[in-house]
């Protein structure tokens, strides 16, 4: 089993930056893509971003492409969500997600195991 523990979450003023993380107890992270995904109040589940095993392939979300990227280090066990140019729509309960395979992907459905998640709050 797998487990994924996510930090960094807070309350940030629009246009303000923040950085999650997410660790894992994996013993072979690096044969896990990972991913990002975000839970707004009344909303559905949505892909944020994802990433290969290497690093080498990212995904984003066309909502947030240019302002967040989506990084790792395999050596840490941790995979990084750098989130910059904040807006209000961007409040929700953020989750980490490991795939076992490779590549990257984009639906929920493809991913195997997930953290508790963290809130971010970004007040206008």
């Known amino acids: 089993q797998v487990q994924l523990v996510e930090s960094g979450g807070g309350l940030v003023q629009a246009g303000g930056s923040l950085r999650l993380s997410c660790g894992t107890s994996?013993?072979?992270?690096?044969?896990?893509?990972m991913g990002w995904f975000r839970q707004a109040p009344g909303k559905e589940r949505e892909f944020v971003a994802a990433i290969s095993w290497s690093g080498g392939t990212t995904y984003y979300a066309d909502n947030v492409k240019g302002r967040f990227t989506i990084s790792r280090d395999n050596a840490k066990n941790t995979v990084y969500l750098q989130m910059n140019s904040l807006k209000p729509e961007d409040t929700a309960v953020y989750y980490c997600?490991?795939?076992?395979?490779?590549?990257?992907?984009?639906?929920?459905?493809?991913?195997?195991?997930w953290g508790q998640g963290t809130q971010v709050t970004v007040s206008s």
């Open positions: 994996a013993r072979s992270f690096s044969s896990y893509a």
């Open positions: 997600a490991a795939r076992r395979y490779l590549a990257p992907a984009s639906r929920g459905s493809e991913y195997d195991y």
